[in-house]
């Protein structure tokens, strides 16, 4: 009898505990759901040219995804309610470049044994939250000839807007550096980056500068990665998410140079160089040198009037102040372009929206010289990297087995990054017996002059993404903080030059992680590589080796996909 009596007691809570099961296993799936489907609507924040379409856009993808992962009549449930209506999204109280998404959802869960006490079925709710950072990012595209000889500039271009494609218009700030020889400061950051870059994605596309340009030229890069950083700079926006995305397929191998010494009243030229300025007066150490004026070997950069350097390092040139570009070719370029011993002096500055196109078309390194200025104006005259160049007749001769004029290489390029640094270098670099300058010449150490120029364009590279990372403080109202910027990089393989050093471009985004890209992996994780270092203190970014052309598109849609997961 008291068995009896005991399971009127022992029944109901047997029954709840199962029904308590069922029940925790709903709300679990549920919120699951929930969460996803938050997640899902701030990634399609991205999607639409206004901030009403990308709310639609957002709700319609949360409702897609609640449903793909929680069907109807999910075990045995009912009257689930997930609509447009129960997502919202807003702008964040505390931070202007915030979105936040809220998604609600409800379902009736039956219960088996409960209902002994009435509770035929019980409802279930769940509420997910996520957020979505404005994104401002520099797109830095290499336009060398590597890749035009390759016959890939097109698909470099295509990778490229297919990029800008996944950014939200009107939200989303992205502006676009270029460069080769030179560099060029092709548009600032904007909310209207769709329509002045060019873009692709499903929703349709649209042309722009990306589509204008030509790939010609040598890899300035450490150059470009400072011009980027020096915009996200003037965004002055430290609440959103700030990126500089470098596209390169191949090593640095080109700097940005100022020839004056003003702190020891100095000139980079040698006492017999014939260099003159284009008033006449040559540029050599000796007593005509002081009054050198009018020198314009490379066309200035386009900073804008505030810069986060102290002042315009590529101002007009004139006394004080001797600015090239001056490159080498790669190693692996013997074959295509000269002796790997030769320099090459860039004649033609990178002047205009688009550098123009070889005469025809051509992509040979004759039709590639031939686009190379002839104006007096813009040509170093009578130097020995001019080849048979002259102050009438520059041009024809532009390599040559050395530099015979230039008597040493400054120890920072234009925008103060270092050939040399002293910490952590990447590549061996000489200076000269007095410590002031970087050797132009064969080193102690066994470096050619080739080898040590070289170098010191990749070690250039690598502390200008250095000097991006580790930041300045911004200008004021936001004075008191410091703009530590997020580099990705995208290295393109399968052209004709040297391909991307995979240790450099780990080093540049600052990248810990071995290659989860390719397979098998071209590069191990930077802790077991000779020469790699990455810093804890500053932002990680992430590189991606596209190794062959057909692979470009989805390495760019994979970097945009690691900035949309991050701006979340």
Known sequence: MLAAVSLVFLVPLIGLSIDVGFLYVAKSKLQAAVDGAALAAARSLSTGSSTQAQTTSAQNNAVNWFYANFPSNFFGTTNTNMTTDSVTVSDDANNAHLRDVSVTASTSVNTFFMRWLSFGNITVSATGTASRRDVVAMLVLDRSFSIQLAGACGTMKAAAKAFTGQFAEGRDNIGLVTFANDVWMEASPSTSFQSTLGYTNDQGSGTGLIDNINCQGNTNTSSAISVAYNELWKMNEPGALNVIVLETDGLPNT????????????????????????????????????????????????????????????????????????????????????SPLDF???????????????????????????????????TARNCGFTGSATASAPGSGNFVATMSDIAWFPKTDVFGNALNPASHPYQSVCATADGKHIMNGSCTNGNTAYTNFHNAAENAADNAAYNARNGSDLPS?????????????????GTEGSPPD??????????????????????SACASETGCYTYSSQPQGTFIYSSTPSTWAEGFTLISSQILRLAK
């Not at 009037?305 to 190693?331: E, F, K, Q, R, W």
């Not at 109202?477 to 393989?493: D, E, H, K, R, S």
């Not at 240790?503 to 098998?520: C, S, Y």
Request: some cysteine; overall charge negative; aromatic content about 8%.
């Open 477 to 493: 109202p936001n004075n008191t903080t410091t703009m530590q910027a997020m580099i990705f990089v995208i290295g393109l393989g």
């Open 344 to 378: 090459i002096y860039m004649q033609q500055p990178y002047n205009g929206s688009m550098m123009p196109a070889a005469p025809g078309g051509g992509t040979s390194i004759s039709d590639f010289e031939s686009t190379w200025a002839t104006n007096t104006n813009t």
């Open 255 to 338: 700097m940005t140079l100022n020839f004056w010494d003003s702190s020891n009243s100095v000139v980079g030229l040698t006492s017999s160089s014939t260099c003159k300025d284009n008033s006449g007066n040559y540029l050599r150490n000796d007593t005509s040198s002081s009054s050198f004026s009018n020198i314009q070997w490379t066309n200035s950069i386009p900073l804008g009037t505030s810069s986060y350097l102290s002042g315009n390092p590529t101002s007009t040139p004139g006394a004080g102040n001797l600015v090239g570009a001056i490159g080498v070719p790669d190693p692996g370029d013997a074959t295509c372009c000269g």
């Open 502 to 523: 995979p240790i450099l471009m780990q080093r540049i985004a600052n990248d810990p992680n071995g290659d989860t890209f390719n397979v098998p992996a071209k590069y």
